[in-house]
């Protein structure tokens, strides 16, 4: 017990400091801070997905090696993504009331060894000489347990940016900011797909682990010198009153100020309609988007007979050109609707389907391409609107961690589903051993529509409430 205090005390969101009177020395430490904490959060969450986008590339050399089946292999990405669901729910909330600048850190060093750890796991388990089939599947297991801790630390990421961009940017330029960071997600994606790749077709598998675990665990103390917690905490006023601008009603409401935290996650979290619209839709998004990303070079190889590495450099296109869609997203929302995120999602969604159906379809192995840069581009601008900047705006700041970690949660269900979705139907509408692609297809196209009708609700409750609010 006295242990969890300790920790709890050595976690703890530092306390308001007295406010700095001298406003020269605020205007110079404003930017500067602003600037340091937003590209920490970008390096940082960038080198989470060195940690975890990965296993895409490892997945044909393990296959190899082991032998196991689409079925099998799924339950790697579903560990991940069932413990990640749930641990950026609880995260979430964790994160609401943890210092930045300790939280965010920890979980990087903490997913850093469980890459090492997985890298490692086959030659620890082959030394006890249990047979081909035993080894194989004490291997198996053994390798989603911790590709399932890598998953629960990996979730306390984006619930700490979240509360980050949050108390360090102001509504009027939140958007822009946030799918500006969002590009970390694509990066870090795109960097993982080319440096694992790489390494892992001239070292192997495991060294796709050992590499981005061995800089994972660097950035991690770095990202503990740059990092701070609110801007409070320094002494710094509130962003909005620093702008000289009102806060949003529907975020902040007034009964806030002196109600207590958990009241607060009641009223805004858990009795939040439009976020539990939100992280439904969430749901689907995330099937199309790790269903492409976690399956697509497997797709690519035994659907189309492309080779790995040229399966490879086509993924990459998939994050590279989703950092375009990512931006747009946010400035489109920002400039051209006036903060109305809806009909932005719905204008992708469609870009969504109608790229996957261009997939199945396209017969010209270089258009390949260009169809999965457009999946990428259509793909990550709802993943960074509906389950991050919308779910955020929908509630309080005083829950914002809480908020995105609530959606966060429903989207790796999406995930997870897509794991296991994904790998059940490419081997059950396969015959004679033989896998048909076109279930990832089918799947993921359905994912498409459904969201797109869950959008489409959402945007006609939000016209009525802007509607009521006018009158």
């Not at 689409?70 to 790697?76: D, I, P, V």
């Not at 009153?241 to 979290?269: C, L």
Request: hydrophobic share 45%.
């Amino acid at each position: 017990m006295n242990i969890l205090k300790s920790i709890g005390s050595f976690y703890k969101e530092p306390p308001i400091a007295e406010e700095i009177q001298d406003r020269e020395k605020v205007d110079k430490m404003y930017p500067y801070w602003r600037l340091r904490i937003f590209y920490a959060c970008f390096i940082g969450y960038t080198i989470f997905y060195l940690c975890k986008k990965n296993i895409a590339v490892a997945l044909p050399g393990i296959m190899d090696e082991f032998g196991y089946s689409a079925t099998e292999l799924g339950l790697l990405g579903s560990s991940l993504y069932l413990t990640y669901g749930i641990g950026k729910f609880v995260n979430g909330v964790l994160a609401d009331g943890a210092n930045v600048r300790k939280f965010f850190p920890t979980a990087l060093l903490m997913t850093a060894t469980a890459n090492i750890l997985f890298a490692l796991a086959p030659s620890a388990i082959s030394i006890f000489g249990l047979g081909e089939k035993m080894t194989a599947m004490i291997l198996l297991w053994t390798l989603a347990a911790l590709w399932g801790v890598s998953g629960w630390f990996q979730s306390a990421g984006f619930p700490a940016v979240a509360k980050s961009l949050t108390y360090w940017y102001s509504n009027s330029e939140r958007g822009t900011k946030w799918s500006l960071w969002s590009c970390s997600h694509q990066v870090g994606t795109f960097l993982s797909f080319i440096i694992a790749g790489h390494i892992a077709a001239h070292f192997g598998w495991r060294a796709a682990f050992l590499v981005p675990g061995t800089l994972a665990i660097i950035t991690a103390l770095w990202l503990f010198e740059r990092l701070r917690d609110r801007p409070q905490s320094m002494g710094l006023p509130d962003i909005e009153v620093y702008r000289n601008e009102p806060v949003k009603p529907k975020a902040e409401g007034s009964s806030d100020e002196d109600e207590s935290y958990v009241q607060i996650f009641k009223k805004h979290v858990l009795c939040n309609k439009t976020l539990w619209l939100l992280a439904l839709a969430y749901v689907f998004v995330y099937i199309i988007r790790f269903g492409a990303e976690d399956w697509m070079i497997m797709y690519l190889k035994n659907a189309k007979n492309i080779d790995i590495a040229t399966a490879t450099n086509m993924i990459a296109s998939l994050p590279l050109v989703g950092i375009c869609g990512t931006v747009c997203a946010g400035i489109i929302s920002d400039k051209l609707f006036k903060g109305k995120r809806a009909p932005v999602n719905l204008l992708y969604l469609t870009g969504v389907i109608i790229s996957i159906i261009a997939l199945k379809f396209n017969t010209i192995v270089n258009l390949n391409y260009v169809i999965i840069g457009l999946l990428g581009a259509f793909t990550y601008g709802p993943q960074m609107m509906i389950g991050g900047l919308c779910a955020v705006e929908s509630s309080s700041k005083k829950v914002a961690s809480a908020a995105s970690g609530f959606t966060g949660t429903f989207g790796y269900i999406g995930a997870f589903l897509s794991a296991t979705g994904t790998g059940f139907l490419v081997d059950k509408l396969g015959s004679n051993g033989v896998q048909n692609w076109d279930g990832a297809i089918y799947f993921w196209l359905a994912s498409g529509v459904i969201c797109f009708i869950l959008c489409t609700i959402l945007m006609i409750d939000e016209n009525k409430k802007r509607k009521a609010t006018q009158e």
